[in-house]
């Protein structure tokens, strides 16, 4: 599916999926979700080894829901007790956060990054943050090698101890002479692209996309279920 | 600090899609007008690789964890590159991690974006400060008031998203913990801004503040 297409595609989903609370469209929701996630081949488990660090968060945000908020009491353990109103809303806000989670993974997360931003571009991303976007991709590499070797070099040295000059100056200066040597090194990249011809009018054509009759189908067909959710969502 | 999907309802995050919309906006023409719009990318690409590392390293503050936010030295060193920075970094954090979310990009924006413009504009406004102590005060306001900022946002965003039919007193006290958890990172973040910003004005003093 042409990139920037799939950018729409997703949106649309995420936000109409973000606007639905009742059970049927919740459940309708996952049912589709499920679909796609049959239809384009991904692993479940691969959904779950990316879910690690996001789900903890979501998950410490809404355990305490359905143990605090509410009328109707489900079931009680000493002072602890569990209430339907909470759970009823926990529920429906992990399971958006699951399916819109699993809309991104499914349309954006096999998309290399200079596509993903080539595609911003097509759907009228400024220049400067296309440019900026490309260049940051180069450098997160680059500051990882450099921060660790940077970090060995220092304990190797002896990093000294006590709370403020081991924990914070220390971590400062290491983090500035990380940034004045990469922003040196950042500098010399930039100009080279300039002089290769970077950013000049017409010395590099932008990335051809290639819209097949299929992805307006799929778009077509995506924007139906959307609509259709939210329609549901009205009604019920 | 980064509110994922699914928790906010939709005039909230439409809502902050235009907000930062229009903030990137404000900070695009005035980046326009200066006389080389360029000469501060590679600065900005390097701090949005910045950005974009540290807060995935997470802190543990029992019983929660918390993460770098770097919003107060983005501002400092990047001025009104930050806002356009922190979106790429958010975006980026969005799609390769699920940190944050799409639907919420635009509020997430917001909540880094706005304290970091503020640790920007005052770090303009002392930048005449010579005295070493007041400079290094200056530079742990910008980075722990950025993140107090942050939190508070996130707080009251948190707050006005969640659905109205719940206990309003506990979903308070459950947000206010997890905003008291990052009192100590607000603390650690201003040291070590300072520490930065200190070597920075002493080795490489063009990188701070751009206009």
Do not use: K
Request: proline share 6%; charged share 10%.
């Amino acid at each position: 599916m042409d990139p920037r297409l799939r950018i729409v595609a997703v949106l649309l989903l995420a936000f109409s999926f973000s606007v639905l609370h009742e059970p049927l469209p919740l459940a309708l929701m996952a049912i589709l979700t499920l679909a796609l996630v049959r239809l384009s081949r991904v692993g479940l488990g691969s959904l779950a080894r990316r879910l690690r660090v996001p789900g903890v968060v979501v998950a410490a945000l809404v355990a305490v829901l359905p143990l605090t908020s509410g009328e109707t009491v489900l079931a009680s353990l000493g002072p602890l007790a569990l209430r339907a109103e909470g759970m009823a809303a926990a529920l429906g806000i992990a399971l958006r956060f699951l399916c819109i989670f699993t809309l991104v993974v499914l349309f954006l997360g096999a998309l290399p990054s200079p596509r993903l931003i080539a595609a911003l571009r097509g759907l009228g991303l400024p220049a400067l943050m296309v440019d900026m976007a490309l260049l940051t991709l180069r450098h997160v590499e680059d500051l990882r090698s450099d921060l660790g070797r940077m970090q060995v070099a220092m304990r190797l040295r002896g990093a000294p101890r006590g709370f403020w000059r081991a924990r914070f100056r220390a971590t400062g200066w290491v983090l500035a002479s990380l940034l004045v040597r990469s922003h040196a090194r950042s500098e010399r990249v930039y100009h080279a692209m300039i002089l290769r011809g970077h950013g000049a009018p017409g010395a590099a054509p932008p990335d051809a996309f290639a819209r097949s009759p299929t992805d307006g189908v799929w778009l077509t067909a995506l924007t139906a279920a959307a609509a259709f959710l939210v329609a549901i969502e009205q009604l019920a | 600090m980064h509110i994922p999907d699914g928790i906010l309802p939709l005039g909230l995050t439409l809502g902050g899609f235009a907000a930062a919309a229009g903030m990137t906006a404000i900070c695009l023409n005035r980046i326009e007008a200066q006389p080389d719009p360029r000469a501060g990318l590679p600065r900005a690409s390097l701090m949005t690789a910045v950005f974009f590392a540290a807060s995935l390293v997470h802190i543990p503050v029992p019983p929660t964890s918390v993460h770098l936010l770097l919003c107060g030295l983005m501002g400092a060193m990047l001025g009104w590159y930050a806002m356009p920075a922190i979106l790429i970094g958010l975006l980026f954090q969005a799609v390769m991690f699920g940190h944050g979310g799409l639907t919420t990009l635009g509020v997430n924006g917001v909540i880094l974006g706005l304290p970091a413009l503020a640790a920007f504009g005052l770090c303009r406004a002392l930048q005449g400060a010579t005295h070493p102590a007041a400079a290094a005060f200056a530079s742990f306001v910008a980075g722990a008031g950025a993140v107090l900022l942050a939190v508070a946002l996130f707080a009251v965003i948190l707050l006005a998203g969640l659905p109205g039919h719940l206990d309003a007193s506990a979903e308070r006290a459950a947000i206010l913990a997890l905003a008291l958890a990052h009192l100590p990172l607000a603390l650690a973040e201003g040291l070590v801004v300072a520490a930065v910003l200190g070597f920075l004005r002493r080795t490489s003093p063009e990188m701070i503040c751009v206009r």
